[in-house]
Nanobody, 128 residues
Framework: VQVVESGGGLVQAGGSLRLSCTTS????????MGWFRQAPAQAPGNGRE????????????YYEPSMKGRFTISRDNVKEIVYLQMDNLRPEDSGIYYC??????????????????WGQGTQVTVSS
């Protein structure tokens, strides 16, 4: 089973990026999907924080409240891909962004405990 993120890179503050995530070895449409990020090691409080999650059918997106408005999660079950659209990026958005798959969403915001399959992450760097 694999979860693979792509689309990270370097962007200037105020810019946008769209991350993509694909899976293999699992039935994509049976899984809720989530996006998380981890700040650089030198940043204070660099634990993995939730950004967004989306139900198996795409009908129910959930956001960490502080992320709502600039980040948009979506999925295409035909293409078996989940996206994270990131707009108006800020330097503090820099970090490693992880995609994850799970069997359900237990809260109205993304929590790591809902997800048991994780990608290796993709680096996002926002320059000031």
């Amino acid at each position: 089973v694999q979860v693979v993120e792509s689309g990270g890179g370097l962007v200037q503050a105020g810019g946008s990026l769209r991350l993509s995530c694909t899976t293999s070895g699992l039935t994509f449409s049976d899984h809720a999907m989530g996006w998380f990020r981890q700040a650089p090691a030198q940043a204070p409080g660099n634990g993995r924080e939730g950004i967004a999650a989306i139900s198996w059918n795409g009908r129910f997106p959930y956001y960490e409240p502080s992320m709502k408005g600039r980040f948009t999660i979506s999925r295409d079950n035909v293409k078996e891909i989940v996206y994270l659209q990131m707009d108006n990026l800020r330097p503090e958005d820099s970090g490693i962004y992880y995609c994850a798959a799970g069997l359900g969403i237990s809260k109205t915001y993304p929590v790591t405990s809902d997800f048991h399959l994780w990608g290796q992450g993709t680096q996002v760097t926002v320059s000031s």
